[in-house]
């Protein structure tokens, strides 16, 4: 039995992803719908119990889950904020339970002058302000080199124009902040920066315009915390190398994204840094890849699924291994041994373990 505690932003899509997988692999699971997202909710419990037998679905909030949690699983699945994946952990080790922690994390982008500015700036503002940025592999903030600064802030409003029109907020296509709480938490990062584009909210909508923020300072909260919204910190680095410093003194994000045709840019990234998964000229596609496993590493999870990923993740490989009792060839190895014995054992390590073999 597997307990999946999914999250609000894709509030179906990372209900049924993990489900997937725990019944390909031949469980029944309990679901814990994320009751920020109501309507999916009951949407889900209303419907999967009715088409899927091996399925419970329990609605409700912090107590609801709490009690969930004090229950037995065979695994655990959760998919969130850090601070609630510790929960999950703690409440897991108490049965010794293996838990999958799909958590988020500041997504870095490294973006230098071999880019292809117009394509970098199209698909950085697609990655950033889908769902108004409530995406856990978002692109969190971005490192760019001087040569490549004024070309990449030059070309973000238009390209923000392009896809939302002048008025965002008149858009079909752009979203709203899940609740009050996160939507005064964003407004108060709007804040610790200069607005290269966007800026206004309004609190009655929930609205808050894509925005990118320039000047802002190392230390400010829009550095520190995951942000999951749409705000695009830009910091300007040296080169790669800087890049790789500023990414290496923070947790480890569960994406890093690098727009550059540097081949040797390329390979510092991917050799001098942990990230949970790594894309080159585009940001959070890797979800949409089956065979390529995702989750984090750190901070930003533990754990990985998708395709067989996923019902490796459910799954328990145990060993079957049958011997059969005639000829008793073990007895060479009973008690009291000999020199003859010794010597079966040695042929055997060697035959087995090449490397022990050869230390004896």
């Not at 409700?60 to 929960?87: K, M, P, S």
């Not at 055997?348 to 373990?353: L, N, P």
Request: hydrophobic share 40%; charged share 20%.
């Amino acid at each position: 039995m597997c307990l999946i505690i999914a999250p609000w932003n894709y509030p179906l899509t990372l209900t049924l992803n993990p489900l997937v997988g725990a019944l390909s692999a031949g469980n029944a699971a309990v679901v814990k719908p994320s009751e920020l997202a109501p309507a999916t909710s009951a949407l889900i419990a209303g419907l999967l119990p009715r088409y899927v037998e091996a399925v419970a679905v329990v609605e409700g909030a912090v107590e609801e889950t709490t009690l969930l949690l004090e229950q037995r699983f065979d695994h655990i699945f959760y998919t969130g904020n850090g601070t609630v994946g510790r929960i999950v952990a703690a409440a897991a080790a108490r049965n010794l339970t293996p838990t999958t922690l799909e958590l988020g994390g500041k997504s870095p982008v490294f973006i230098d002058e071999t880019a292809d500015m117009a394509v970098t700036a199209r698909r950085l503002a697609w990655g950033k302000f889908t769902n108004a940025g409530q995406t856990c592999v978002a692109p969190d903030y971005v490192l760019v080199t001087p040569a490549a600064r004024d070309s990449l802030l030059s070309a973000l409003p238009g390209t923000i124009r392009e896809m939302f029109g002048p008025n965002p907020r008149t858009s079909s296509d752009y979203g709203r902040i899940v609740n009050d709480r996160h939507f005064q938490r964003l407004t108060r990062l709007l804040a610790e920066g200069k607005p290269l584009a966007g800026g206004p909210s309004d609190a009655a909508e929930r609205y808050i315009a894509p925005t990118v923020l320039t000047d802002v300072p190392h230390g400010a909260a829009v550095m520190t915390e995951e942000i999951f919204g749409p705000i695009l910190p830009v910091l300007t680095v040296r080169d790669v190398h800087e890049a790789i410093d500023f990414i290496n003194a923070r947790d480890k994000p569960l994406s890093l994204y690098a727009f550059t045709r540097d081949r040797a840019a390329r390979r510092a990234l991917l050799e001098k840094t942990s990230s949970g998964g790594i894309v080159y000229n585009a940001p959070m596609i890797h979800l949409g890849v089956p065979n390529l496993p995702f989750g984090g590493v750190g901070e930003s999870g533990m754990g990985a699924y998708h395709g067989k990923t996923s019902f490796d993740a459910f799954s328990h490989r145990k060993p079957v291994l049958s011997k059969p009792t005639r000829p008793d060839t073990l007895r060479l190895i009973y008690a009291p041994h000999t020199s003859r014995s010794f010597a079966f054992i040695a042929k055997a390590v060697a035959r087995t373990h090449p490397i022990l073999g050869k230390e004896r």
